[in-house]
């Protein structure tokens, strides 16, 4: 099994709604990434766990709260988000912390209305 | 400034031809992963390389170290080959992921 699955594949929700996105892969992974992707633009990195504790945070506001409850397993729960918040958000995996060959899922298109 | 630059920025082929998308980066890296992405889809990881070749199907990438340079090549091209290809390079010390995205590559083969 070489696949990221992500759950939903749509997602539109109002702005004071609470959602998440869902991220699972069994590869044995221990590094798994949130990245944000607008219209033709290249992803942009937003979380990263390593071995399920939060290594990085970049500067995302409060409204998107990740979660890493087991190996498998990464959540982004989305609460108050804002029209802009509208993406193609990426879950990825890794078999090292760092630096190991990277394995994207297929994507949550989210819009926010 | 760590840098990876693209090219062409589009490209439309006909059905069988020869393609090369190029990437050059700015200073030495670690890594340079080939993606791919469909119209609103996910990415695909094609490959990674640290130095040569790799070769998978009909796709080839190559790395050239003292050139910081990098080509994706796809021979006898497919309509199903259209997609953005993204060149992504991992800087010594670079990022939270140690990536820098290029601006990517839009392929359409027609048939």
């Known amino acids: 099994d070489t696949e990221v699955t992500q759950t939903p594949k749509h997602l539109v929700m109002g702005m004071t709604n609470k959602k998440s996105l869902k991220c699972e892969q069994h590869?044995?992974?221990?590094?798994m990434y949130w990245y944000k992707q607008k219209a033709k633009k290249p992803p942009e990195l937003m979380f990263v766990y390593s071995y399920e504790k939060l290594s990085i945070n970049e500067s995302v506001p409060s409204r998107f709260s990740p979660e890493c409850p087991n190996s498998s397993l990464l959540n982004l729960h989305l609460h108050a988000l804002q029209p802009e918040d509208s993406a193609l958000y990426l879950c990825a995996s890794s078999q090292q912390g760092f630096g190991g060959e990277l394995f994207f899922g297929e994507g949550s298109r989210l819009t926010v209305l | 400034k760590n840098e990876v630059e693209q090219s062409p920025q589009n490209l439309t082929a006909q059905e069988g031809e020869f393609i090369t998308i190029n990437c050059s980066y700015s200073v030495g890296i670690s890594a340079l992963h080939w993606l791919q992405q469909h119209p609103g889809g996910g990415i695909v990881s094609l490959f990674m390389?640290?130095?040569g070749k790799k070769k998978h199907g009909r796709l080839i990438a190559t790395i050239n170290i003292q050139e910081k340079h990098s080509s994706l090549h796809i021979t006898a091209s497919h309509p199903r080959d259209s997609a953005v290809y993204i060149c992504a390079v991992r800087f010594p010390g670079g990022g939270a992921d140690g990536l820098t995205f290029g601006k990517g590559t839009h392929l359409i083969i027609q048939p």
């Open positions: 390389l640290s130095s």
């Open positions: 590869m044995g992974h221990r590094a």
